[in-house]
T-cell receptor, first 113, second 116 residues
Framework: DTEVTQTPKHLVMGMTNKKSLKCEQH?????MYWYKQKAKKPPELMFV???????INESVPSRFSPECPNSSLLNLHLHALQPEDSALYLC????????????FGSGTRLTVV | KQEVTQIPAALSVPEGENLVLNCSFT??????LQWFRQDPGKGLTSLLL?????REQTSGRLNASLDKSSGRSTLYIAASQPGDSATYLC???????????????FGKGTLLTVNP
């Protein structure tokens, strides 16, 4: 298995809703990432987990809450989002040792109404 | 602070043409450089990874080169096909050590259109 799987592929939520994005990989990668990508822009790093512990938070608003329950799974909990949070949310993973590349998932297209 | 620039921003070519996409970066102290492809509304697909000690990598019709000292990488696509139409992103990874090692710096991408 050489993939990062993200669900759902599309999500529409109201500003008072609570929803979660899910990311899963079975490549044994011990670093997992959340990126946000707006239209016609490059991805922007949000969070990094290494060995299931949060190691980087790029000053992301608290309405985004990441969670890494185990080495294969990464969640992003969403609450009280704003319309400007509408974007493509990408999950990625990497090995921690060696000169490695990043594997990205296919993304979740989020629309906040 | 590392900055990555991709030129051109958009490129339209007829099918069958060979083409070159350019990526430049301001800080030559990199760990590696990765080229990605992104279809509209989709995730990033890794095309080639070049270690800082390497000069080039090849995969099928794709060849990526790296000149670390001059801060440049090129992605060469041979015999382009309409299916190659996508946005191509390059990303550099900083050297090992410290939390910033995890953070890729992306260029803004080149939008490639290959016309039948």
């Amino acid at each position: 298995d050489t993939e990062v799987t993200q669900t759902p592929k599309h999500l529409v939520m109201g500003m008072t809703n609570k929803k979660s994005l899910k990311c899963e990989q079975h490549m044994g990668h011990r670093a997992m990432y959340w990126y946000k990508q707006k239209a016609k822009k490059p991805p922007e790093l949000m969070f990094v987990y290494s060995y299931e512990k949060l190691s980087i938070n790029e000053s992301v608003p608290s309405r985004f809450s990441p969670e890494c329950p185990n080495s294969s799974l990464l969640n992003l909990h969403l609450h009280a989002l704003q319309p400007e949070d509408s974007a493509l949310y990408l999950c990625a993973s990497t090995r921690l040792a060696g000169n490695y590349g990043y594997t990205f998932g296919s993304g979740t297209r989020l629309t906040v109404v | 602070k590392q900055e990555v620039t991709q030129i051109p921003a958009a490129l339209s070519v007829p099918e069958g043409e060979n083409l070159v996409l350019n990526c430049s970066f301001t800080d030559s102290a990199i760990y590696n450089l990765q080229w990605f492809r992104q279809d509209p509304g989709k995730g990033l697909t890794s095309l080639l990874l070049i270690q800082s000690s390497q000069r080039e990598q090849t995969s099928g019709r794709l060849n990526a080169s790296l000149d670390k000292s001059s801060g440049r990488s090129t992605l060469y696509i041979a015999a382009s096909q309409p299916g190659d139409s996508a946005t191509y992103l390059c990303a550099v990874r900083p050297p090992a050590g410290g939390g910033s090692n995890y953070k890729l710096t992306f260029g803004k991408g080149t939008l490639l259109t290959v016309n039948p």
